[in-house]
């Protein structure tokens, strides 16, 4: 397939330039005709198009993360179809690079930092998961630092092209669906090296345990600049993953606490039970180990998963009771500290004092410049 640059499709997006190609697609950077915004096409090339397991996993991928609003997953503007029949979709476009380019450049990262980046994912995946839908292919690769106008960086995740949808089942249990978008799926479906066991068995069965198990591989890699499973093949590695320990990230690791190298263990059990039950559970285990800033993750993402579709009327009471008091304390500390604002103003002005002014919380910016990967 050819892409003039200066083409204009669907007499609003003019291609400016090629971002980067995979095995399956091209994304070029465009411009916006009518908004004047640069945005990322992904369209699918080669023999991708011949496929219509590839066509459906593109199409299903426009679906979710179109439903995921969250500021730290890549957001889906449009999707359609050239004359030819060549689908593409229209994403914002980032400024930046991925956690894998940044790992290969500057190596394993202070403990804060990569701790923050995880909890950001975390919310992310919470709207996913509120949704139904897992992710399956969570990797550095598909966590891109992007850049906000302000030069600050948060996490995007990309790349829902092997994500599953969940149903209802009867009785309001969770019941995984077959992936009803990817009718020729192969069995194993995701990266190897961040696939839980469960999953390698049968990436049907793949729930939100399983991304959180590919959480605990970023965490572990981020820290240790390695993998927590190693072999010479791929059918090594595989092994190693279903049936060995994690290596410790002592001795590489000194600075890492006790209680946080626990953390990504425990998202490593071999056993999905075992393992942190959702990304809400996660982010309060992480929460003491990340700055101060970054404490509002914890609350937020419960919030946010306590509205999802499937399961209970709401996560936050399914969580530990440690964590629920932790997420409502915040809210109670927040009402708490508006009720003495209140009775000292009023003190205030019993004794004809000056109330002392609160000052004003900081905003966190949530406009960005936009990017996207090429597919993995």
Known sequence: MSILLGEVLDDKYRIQRPVGEGGMGLVLEALHLRLDQRVAIKMLVGGALRTDEAVARFTFEARAAARIQSEHAVRVFDVSTLPNGIPYLVMEYLEGRDLEATLRRSGPMAVTQAVTYVLQACEALAEAHASGIVHRDLKPANLFLAERLDGSLRIKILDFGVSKLLSSGAAGEASYADDVALPHAAPLVGSPLYMAPEQMRDAKRADPRADIWSLGIILYELLAGAAPFAGE??????????????????????????????????????????????????????????????????????????????????????????????????????????????????VGLLVQREPVPASEAARATHSARAVSAAPR
């Open 233 to 346: 093949t791929l059918t090594e590695v595989c092994a190693s993953i279903v049936t060995d320990p994690p290596r410790p990230l002592a001795p590489g690791r000194t600075d890492v606490p006790a209680p946080l190298e626990a953390v990504v263990t425990r998202c490593l059990a071999k056993d999905p039970a075992e393992r942190f039950q959702n990304v809400a559970e996660l982010a309060r285990a992480l929460q003491p180990f990340a700055p101060e800033q970054a404490f509002i993750t914890v609350p937020r993402t419960a919030r946010v998963l306590s509205r999802g579709e499937l399961g209970s009327a709401s996560a936050l009471a399914t969580l530990p009771r440690d964590t629920r008091s932790a997420s409502q304390g915040v809210l109670l500390a927040l009402a708490g500290a508006g009720l003495l604002l209140l009775v000292a103003s009023v």
